[in-house]
C-alpha cells in the first residue's frame, strides 16, 4: 500500500472515533456537562471540535507515515502501531466514560491511562519518524490540559 494511502486510512480511522466519540458525548454536553461546575480555565464549548478535529488528523498523519516504515523496520512499526490503536481505543471510551456514564472519576483514572500510553506511542513514534513524533506532540499537550480540566471538574464536583 502507498504511503499516502496508509496516512489516508489512519487518518479516517481517527475522524472516525472522533465522530463516534461525539455521538456519545451529545446528550451529556447538551444536558448534564452545563450543570457542573468548571474551573476558571475551562475552554469554551466552540473550542473542543475544531481542536479535536485537527488533533484526529495529526494523529492519522503520524500513523499514516510510522505504518510506511513497516518494510524497514517491522518490529518497531508493529509495537508503535500497537500502541497507537490501544491509545485511541481508549480516547474513544474517555467519552464514554466522562460524557455516557456521567463518571468523571472513572474518566480522571481512564484519561491517566491514556496520557501515559500517548506518551509512549509518541516516544516509539519519534524513534521511527520523526515527523510523526512531532506531530504528536499537540495531542500529548492538549490531553494533558484535558487531564487537568477533568480532575478539575471532578474535585468541584465530587
Not at 472515533?17 to 448534564?32: E, I, K, M
Not at 491517566?112 to 500529548?140: C, H, M, Q
Request: hydrophobic share 55%.
Amino acid at each position: 500500500m502507498h504511503k499516502i494511502l496508509k496516512i489516508l486510512v489512519l487518518t479516517a480511522t481517527c475522524i472516525a472515533v472522533g465522530y463516534f466519540s461525539g455521538l456519545a458525548t451529545q446528550s451529556g454536553v447538551n444536558d448534564w456537562y452545563p450543570t457542573l461546575m468548571k474551573p476558571s480555565f475551562n475552554p469554551p464549548s466552540w473550542i473542543f471540535a475544531p481542536v479535536w478535529s485537527t488533533l484526529y488528523i495529526m494523529m492519522g498523519v503520524a500513523g499514516g507515515l510510522v505504518w510506511a516504515r513497516m518494510e524497514y523496520e517491522r518490529e518497531a512499526v508493529r509495537n508503535a502501531l500497537f500502541l497507537f490503536a490501544v491509545q485511541l481505543a481508549l480516547n474513544g471510551l474517555w467519552s464514554l466514560l466522562f460524557f455516557g456514564l456521567k463518571n468523571p472519576l472513572l474518566a480522571l483514572i481512564e484519561i491517566a491511562l491514556l496520557l501515559l500510553l500517548i506518551y509512549e506511542t509518541y516516544l516509539k513514534f519519534r524513534k521511527i519518524d520523526k515527523v510523526a513524533g512531532w506531530l504528536f506532540i499537540p495531542y500529548l499537550l492538549w490531553v494533558s490540559f484535558a487531564t487537568i480540566l477533568n480532575a478539575s471538574i471532578w474535585w468541584l464536583n465530587k
